[in-house]
């Protein structure tokens, strides 16, 4: 008997976007280090230097700043940045596919007035608001 829907692994697309693939890896961060990122974006446009920074500052590295104190920051970015989201655009994407989920939250982004978000702030509020539960447990 076959199955409605196709469960083999399949790579991403090659002419997919790369936002994607940046959604895809911050999606597998924890939460609190989710929010040191967004804590973290922004002094940096791009979120694969935030990513690698917040690494840094999580094993300890010699940084201007705490890992803690960046959850704290971002913590602090997210509570101001939530209630905007939720105004937008109401439930996060309802889709099997991560990527799409992540387009569709990107989107979503795209009609909040977020202020002057950069790229890394986009993408750890796009990764936060799609796992918003544990982020608002993480956060109160």
Known sequence: ????????????????????????????LDA???????GLASLFDDPGQVTLAV??????????????????????????ARDTLSAAGGPAPDAASLRLAWEQTLR????????DAGPATVAYLAACWLR?????????
């Open 32 to 38: 609190r280090r989710l929010l040191a990122g967004l």
């Open 55 to 80: 690494d840094h500052a999580r094993h300890q590295a010699p940084l201007q700043f705490s890992f803690d104190g960046l959850v704290v920051t971002g913590t602090t970015r997210w509570l101001a």
């Open 132 to 140: 918003r539960e544990e982020i608002d447990r993480h956060s109160h």
């Open 108 to 115: 979503l982004l795209d009609d909040c007035d977020l202020g």
């Open 1 to 28: 008997m076959s199955s409605p829907h196709d469960t083999r692994f399949s790579l991403p697309s090659v002419d997919g976007s790369a936002s994607a693939e940046v959604g895809v890896i911050l999606m597998g």
